[in-house]
């Protein structure tokens, strides 16, 4: 049997097909809805923690430039201190005064440069104090962050786990009804679900009203609904509507809402009326 062209399929099978793609997606949204933020406040966290881990090897390249600059004064110190020595030895030597004076300044000198030294070496430690006091805090926040992953992780992954095996069957069926739909028609619909604040790219007729933005439908729009001849969307939101039958949805005449929702209210009603009851007699027990 040759497969059936999609641009042979009635308006209303079309409509069927649609109203059936959008449950389905909105039973994806539902899946997801489950997972709040959490989604988000992982990666969150995780790039947060990538951030910290790389400000804290910056840290640490700097206290080992602090600490290598260390060593290179102790080498310079070390260097001038034999120097002094070296020229105080020749002083003893010195067979005029030009060359007392050149020792003399020389030893003035090495002196001078070992105080320098000593300072930036002073320096560079404190630097490296406060710096390894700064690399401490940020290892204890990213164990803190680490801490706070795992916990969400663990709260996202149950949740993906309960909703996983059912939010794959709705994305085959998603794919299934997608593949009956034209391309043409399927790409108005996701524009208009992507649009409209709560997905609902199809409405049906609800109380004489659109079901999406809940604007009055004019009693001929409703029979051309009705007729399934043709395509019709809400002038007011855009949506596209269907007649309720389609749906599946059975509307009670004298109200005009879903029937569900008036045995809902009938129910509440009901039950509302038993307590005010069960309260009179307890009242009257009493007296």
Known sequence: MAKKDLTDLSVEEKLKALYQLQAALSGIDEKR????????????????????NTRVQRIQNEINEFQQAVVQKKGEIADAESSVARYKAQLEEVRNNREYDTLSKEIEFQTLEIELCNKKIRDAQA??????SELEANKETIKERESDLEIKKGELDEIM????????KLKEKVKELEAKIEPRLLASFKRIRKNVR??????????????????????????DIRMHKKIIVCEYCGRIMIDPELAGVKIDAATGAPAE?????????KATSSAASKKVTDANDMA
């Open 198 to 223: 709560n997905g609902l790219g199809v409405v049906y007729v609800q109380r004489d009203a659109c079901g999406g933005c809940f604007n009055k439908i004019p009693p001929q729009r409703q029979l």
């Open 127 to 132: 630097r490296i104090a406060d710096k390894s």
């Open 33 to 52: 809805t489950l997972r709040g933020e959490l989604p988000q406040e992982v990666d969150d966290l995780e790039d947060e923690i990538e951030g910290l």
């Open 261 to 269: 929702k008036k045995t809902r209210k009938r129910a509440i009603r």
């Open 161 to 168: 786990a309960e909703t996983r095996a059912e939010e794959e």
